[in-house]
């Protein structure tokens, strides 16, 4: 087994210690970071959510693991920065003015984070322009979520915002929550809509392929 | 103050819809838990905006509601209504708004009262607009005065009932629910929320007091329910959400030891150990609730309701007529069942046919099955503070769930079943003397999160 197999079995197993070890390992033996990180942190993340989807662990597994890839990334963090890796985008999350369910925005952040985006999280009840600061400060993704009939209508408030700003070209707008549907977003012009946090992650994936 | 150390019902006979030991009369007409289960309707807006521009929208809509909702229960004969104005946090923050719908609300019920017999009453629950301000701030400050005043202007606008879904305790309960972390659990409820209901329902009890409403009851809809929708999406295991819904319970019964009558609030699952406990009438929801979300205890919370709720509905049309009065409806219909079998002699048969038809399909049903209930409710009640009934709620309801799943009562997956044993070695670490316990939380609290003041703790 390689540093880079026992580096990704640390993680799926939510081994916090041992996946530091490793990160260290990796690189005293010339690994690359951004292999370490691709091949390790963000591959036993992707096995963890495997596992997750197929029913065979649930969220709170999921957080330990998450939280030993936390760790490990910590260690590696300034070999990216030297090395010139970047994270495969930066995702502002946030729920809407008025809303403060965030339960469901908090796992979104959790999957996105173990999927290699970074994480700007604006917390619960967002007005639009913190959503148009975070963008002109490099988000490329904006991901907003309601709860709640009377708050959902803020999304639009943001999308336009956004437009006013002339900033809504240069970012993917994602949207969800309960009372939310595919309709409602293309109604307000947003690019995706997930019905939950799994598809979240593969609706960042998507819209920032387009 | 009221303090409980036993049960109020103790026979599985007595334990049924409809009937409790401490009958309430209320509102125009209505004596609840004497035999008659009500429905309670509650409904909200469609999606829209909510500002001073559109309050005459607003207005629109629930006069709508209200009226088509009455026409449906009076065509349907229905022996009495609760209606649930649940005010949205836009309609707390501005206390005259909501108290503008309160009124408009109570002036139609009063007209179906006076022209149609209709009996009535009007239930008013203002939202936890304090944790707004992150860590929530729950004892003073502008949401706070602003909750009061909710409560006071809502209570003189016609109010007959007074009740909240209070979130104190959830700002940490949130993570421990993700994390499946016992310990954390039984800190936010048994520590936390309880000391915040202790001071709330003191605010509450007070303002209904002077304004001739009734303290309801409160629900751990942001505890209890967080949990249930976490499990129904497999984000967390069904047995720990059945486990958590089981640890509410203390929590909940602060506010009537506090002074708080009934009816519970309806989406409290936990109404029904307090209905065993204190006696009085317990709203519950289930089936006719699935537009408001899913639940795997449609029937087996019907079981032992006296008020039948549909959760909340948006006011959006639907062949049958606008969905207010639809649910209205089956709301009617469900109760006029409960009714019948009840006035021939079957109302424990028809409750053992709701309790057996969920009961086996999932860990969060078996626990609301009444002689669970009773058995647990008196392990849980026999404890003499907060923390230590949350700390046996959850030794017992492990010991009950090991047991259950055991004997085969209910299957669980083989991820579900590992989650009984890691569960109970968090409950088995839970130290029997609180002052240790929460030296040993507050320790690792994340205190940007919290602030402990806030629950009176001097720490």
């Known amino acids: 087994m390689t540093t880079i197999d026992e580096l990704r079995e640390a993680v799926v197993d939510g081994q916090a210690k041992v996946a530091v070890a490793k990160v260290g390992e990796g690189l005293a033996e010339g690994t690359e970071a951004g292999t370490l990180l691709r091949d390790g942190l963000i591959a036993g993340m992707g096995q963890v959510g495997q596992l997750y989807e197929e029913g065979e662990i649930f969220v709170p597994e999921m957080l330990v693991a998450a939280r030993a890839m936390a760790a490990a990334l910590k260690v590696l963090k300034p070999y990216l920065v030297e090395q010139g890796v970047k994270s495969n985008g930066k995702v502002a999350i946030g729920t809407t003015q008025g809303d403060l369910h965030d339960i469901g925005k908090n796992l979104v952040a959790m999957m996105l984070e173990g999927s290699g985006y970074e994480i700007v999280d604006l917390g619960v009840d967002v007005p639009a322009d913190k959503f148009v600061q975070a963008v002109r400060e490099g988000a490329n993704v904006v991901a907003m979520s309601a709860l709640l009939t009377t708050t959902m209508t803020n999304m639009q408030a943001t999308i336009e915002a956004l437009r006013d700003a002339g900033l809504r070209d240069q970012v993917r707008i994602i949207v969800g929550g309960a009372p939310i549907t595919k309709t409602y977003a293309d109604e307000i012009g947003a690019d995706g809509y997930a019905e939950d946090a799994s598809s979240a992650v593969r609706l960042v994936k998507e819209v920032l392929a387009v | ?319 049958g007529g606008m969905a207010p009065t639809v649910s209205m409806e089956q709301l009617a219909y469900a109760t006029r069942l409960l009714n019948q079998a009840a006035q021939a002699g079957g109302a424990t048969t028809l409750r053992d046919w709701l309790v057996g038809s969920d009961m086996d399909k999932d860990p969060q049903a078996y626990v609301l099955r009444p002689d669970v209930v009773l058995k647990l409710a008196a392990a849980i009640v026999a404890e003499p503070t907060a923390y230590l009934r949350t700390r046996r709620a959850a030794l017992a309801v492990l010991e009950a769930l090991r047991q259950g799943h055991a004997e085969k009562e209910f299957s669980l997956s083989k991820p579900e079943a590992n989650w009984l044993d890691r569960l109970s070695a968090q409950a088995e670490d839970l130290p029997e003397d609180e002052g240790r316990f929460i030296e040993e939380m507050v320790a690792g609290a994340d205190r940007d999160k919290v602030r402990f003041d806030q629950y009176g703790l001097d720490v």
């Open chain 2, 1 to 319: 103050m009221e303090k409980y150390t036993g049960l109020a019902i103790t026979s599985l006979d007595e334990f049924v819809f409809g009937r409790c030991p401490r009958p309430l009369k209320v509102g125009r007409g209505l004596v609840l838990g004497d035999g008659t289960v009500y429905p309670e309707l509650n409904f909200t807006l469609p999606p829209m905006h909510i500002d001073a521009g559109t309050m005459v929208d607003v207005r629109r809509e629930y006069t709508g509601m209200i009226d088509q909702a009455c026409a449906r229960a009076v065509a349907l004969q229905v022996p009495g209504l609760v209606v649930e104005f649940e005010l949205l946090p836009d309609l707390t923050l501005e206390p005259e708004w909501g108290a503008e719908v309160t009124a408009l609300l109570r002036q139609t019920l009063d007209r179906y009262a006076a022209s149609d017999g209709l009996a009535n009453a009007l239930r008013v629950t203002p939202n936890d607009i304090r944790e707004f301000v992150r860590p929530p701030v729950l004892r003073e400050g502008d949401k706070w005065d602003r909750m009061v005043s909710s409560f006071e202007l809502c209570a003189q606008a016609g109010a007959d009932l007074l009740s909240i879904e209070s979130t104190g305790g959830k700002e940490l309960h949130d993570d421990a629910l993700l994390n499946a972390d016992l310990a954390g659990s039984v800190f936010a409820l048994g520590v936390l929320a309880a000391r915040d209901m202790g001071y709330l329902w003191d605010m509450i009890v007070g303002v209904a007091a002077g304004h001739g409403a009734l303290a309801a009851g409160d629900s751990a809809c942001g505890f209890g329910n967080t949990a249930m929708a976490l499990a129904d999406t497999r984000h967390i295991p069904k047995v720990w959400a059945a486990v958590v819904r089981v640890m509410t319970v203390p929590r909940s019964l602060v506010a009537y030891e506090r002074g708080a009558l009934g009816p519970g609030k309806d989406c409290a699952y936990e109404n029904v150990y307090l209905k065993a406990i204190t006696g009085h009438p317990m709203a519950m929801e289930g089936a006719e609730a699935a537009c408001a979300h899913l639940s795997p205890l449609g029937n087996i919370a019907k079981a032992t309701a006296d008020l039948w709720s549909n959760e909340s509905v948006q006011n959006i049309k639907l062949l």
